[in-house]
C-alpha cells in the first residue's frame, strides 16, 4: 500500500531545525570562550581550546545546512510550481509526494485521463543527458532523476496494475523536451503538451481505483 508523504518538506524541515540547534551551539560556545578572556587561549586553557574548536565546528556545520536548505527551498518551491500547473489541467486525480517504497516518494502522480510519475527538479538552461543522469548548464546534477522517475514509475505499476509514464519535469529548462530512454524530461512550460501527448489511455473508473488505492479519500464520480 502506497503512503502520503512529503519527503521534501520533511527534509526542508529537518535542515532548518539542524541549523539553528548549531546556532545555537555556536554562540553558546563563543559566549563562554568570551567569558573566560582571550588570553586564555594563550594559557592553553583546555575549556577555551575546546569551546572554540566546538565554535569553529558548529559554524561549519551551519554552513553546510544552509546550501543544504537552500536546495532543498529551490526544490520544494519547484515542486509547488508544477503542482499549480497541474491543478490547471482537466486531469481527475493529481497527487503530491506519494511514498510508493521506492526510495524517496513519488513528487506528483497524474491519473486520467492518463497515468504519469512526474519527477521534479529545479534547474536553469539547456538539459542534456550524460552519463548516469542529467545536466543543466554543463553541469551534472548531483542525483539521477530520471533514474528516480523510472523507479517510481515501475513501482507505481506493480502497486496498481496499470501502465505509468515516468516524466521529469526540470522547471526552468529552455531547451525543448527529450526522450532518455523512455523518460520524457522537460521544462514546467512543456508540461502540459507533453501530458497531451501521452498515448496509453486510463478510463476514469481505473483512475479512481488507482486513486483509492494511493488513499485519495471521498472520490468525485
Known amino acids: 500500500m502506497a503512503r ?4 521534501l518538506a520533511d527534509s526542508l524541515n529537518k535542515a532548518r531545525s539542524q541549523q539553528a540547534a548549531y546556532v545555537l551551539l555556536c554562540v553558546g560556545f563563543a559566549v563562554l570562550l568570551i567569558s573566560r578572556g582571550p588570553a586564555s587561549l594563550l594559557r592553553r586553557d583546555i575549556v577555551s581550546i575546546v569551546s572554540a574548536a566546538a565554535a569553529t565546528l558548529s559554524f561549519m556545520q551551519f554552513r553546510t545546512l544552509s546550501a543544504k536548505a537552500g536546495r532543498l ?6 515542486e509547488k510550481a508544477v503542482a499549480k500547473s497541474l491543478a490547471s489541467l482537466r486531469i481527475k486525480h493529481v497527487l503530491h509526494s506519494v511514498d510508493l517504497s521506492a526510495g524517496g516518494d513519488a513528487d506528483h502522480i497524474i491519473l486520467g485521463p492518463v497515468c504519469a510519475v512526474i519527477e521534479t ?5 539547456n538539459v542534456t543527458s550524460v552519463p548516469g543522469g542529467l545536466a543543466a548548464s554543463g553541469r551534472k546534477l548531483p542525483r539521477d532523476p530520471v533514474s528516480q522517475a523510472r523507479r517510481q514509475a515501475a513501482a507505481l505499476r506493480r502497486v496498481s496494475g496499470v ?3 515516468a516524466v521529469v519535469c526540470m522547471t526552468g529548462m529552455t531547451n525543448k523536451p527529450f526522450k532518455d530512454g523512455d523518460v520524457i524530461v522537460c521544462s514546467l512550460k512543456d508540461l502540459p503538451g507533453v501530458i497531451d501527448t501521452l498515448s496509453r489511455p486510463l478510463s476514469g473508473g ?7 488505492l494511493l488513499g485519495v479519500p471521498n472520490l468525485r464520480g
Open 163 to 165: 501502465w505509468s509514464e
Open 4 to 7: 502520503n508523504s512529503n519527503f
Open 73 to 78: 527551498s529551490a526544490g520544494a518551491s519547484a
Open 206 to 212: 481505473d483512475a479512481d481505483r488507482v486513486a483509492s
Open 121 to 125: 527538479k529545479y534547474a536553469k538552461g
